[in-house]
């Protein structure tokens, strides 16, 4: 068996992927239309939408198998990617890259593969639409277009959801795309057994900031700050603007080790740094409350939101309070 290749940009496919805020969400009937068409169209049993990710390919839309995933280092998409155009294994028991493929030999007994490269307009190859049989069979010029359109609607949609989770001001998630981003990494949290953190943040006298030099400061402001949170938080770690002044991080860490006092810590330095360097007659100052998930004992993100939200407050009172006895 040939091990799924690893793309010579992956690092960077990897932060894309992330980046739709798509992995382990629920399915979407958008989706399942292209699919459920799919199979239709080619009389396949199994068709797939399918993302590859670091160790593993996770299915958005999946008709016919009942697995959500499967291993990245077995899978046929993790080929497919590999190629800008379809990818076609038109009878892998057959073929010496696959014959001996767990995948073939056993379930699903893949016999024809094609599988339609899903790339965004950055150049980076999430995953694959692709359709499946159990029996050997060709696909001729007609079917390839076919496969070809409805892989680049695949596509579209997953720009559209992209569009959709974005802050269009400091570039970082929105409420959505939180949310999306949430959910996934409290799956993650569940399979790897880890907790995780959420911290909830707002910038202290804001008002005064917009009342004093105007909105687009204000706006400029906001900006800062969210450029100040991504340089304290890792890459992976889900990080986005609620709206107004108010910001939220998601970490995943392990049961006893909380990042909670050192991120903090180099936030509140890289604060102080960027207060120093940019002299805009004002002190850009926050509030933070924290809240704990555990994964052996979960909450939704819901509570943990009220909680980290309640506890920024209390930090906040006592902030106006120092400031308005000095």
């Known amino acids: 068996m040939l091990t799924a290749p690893i793309p010579f940009d992956e690092t960077e496919r990897l932060e894309a992927l992330r980046g739709l805020r798509i992995l382990d969400t629920e399915a979407e009937e958008r989706f399942d239309r292209l699919t459920r068409l799919a199979r239709r169209l080619f009389d396949v049993p199994i068709c797939l939408i399918s993302l590859v990710d670091q160790d593993r390919q996770w299915f958005k839309s999946c008709l ?3 697995a959500t995933e499967t291993s990245r280092d077995i899978s046929f998409c993790g080929h497919a990617i590999m190629q800008s155009d379809i990818f076609i294994v038109e009878d ?19 016999r024809f593969y094609a599988g339609f490269p899903l790339t965004l307009s950055s150049g980076y190859r999430m995953g694959t639409l692709c359709i ?32 959709a989770t974005l802050d269009p001001l400091t570039g970082l998630s ?21 907790d995780a953190t959420l911290f909830f943040f707002d910038l202290d006298y804001f008002k005064e900031i917009n009342d004093r030099f105007g909105h687009h400061e204000g706006n400029e402001a906001l900006k800062a700050f969210a450029s100040i949170l991504k340089d304290a938080f890792r890459e992976y770690d889900v990080i986005a603007r609620l709206g107004g002044d108010e910001f939220v991080a998601l970490v995943s860490h392990d049961h006893t080790l909380s990042p909670s006092i050192g991120i903090l810590h180099r936030l509140r330095q890289n604060l102080v740094n960027h207060n120093m360097s940019i002299p805009v007659g004002y002190q850009l100052e926050f509030s933070c409350g924290t809240a704990r998930y555990n994964e052996s004992v979960p909450r939704g993100l819901e509570a943990l939101l009220k909680d980290a939200d309640s506890n920024m407050y209390r930090e906040k009172r006592q902030h106006h309070e120092i400031h308005d006895n000095q």
Do not use: H
């Not at 028991?93 to 493929?101: A, I, P, Y």
């Not at 060709?138 to 496969?147: G, R």
């Open 64 to 66: 016919g198998l009942s």
């Open 92 to 110: 892998a028991l057959g073929d010496d890259r696959f014959s001996d493929n767990p995948l073939v030999r056993g379930d699903p007994y893949i």
């Open 132 to 163: 499946i049989d159990r029996r050997p069979r060709q696909f001729d010029a007609e079917s390839y277009k076919d496969l070809e359109d409805l892989g680049k609607l695949v596509v579209s949609e997953l720009e559209t959801i992209q569009t």
């Open 174 to 194: 929105n409420l959505l795309g939180f949310e999306l981003l949430a959910k996934q990494c409290f799956a993650k949290c569940q399979r790897q057994k880890q």
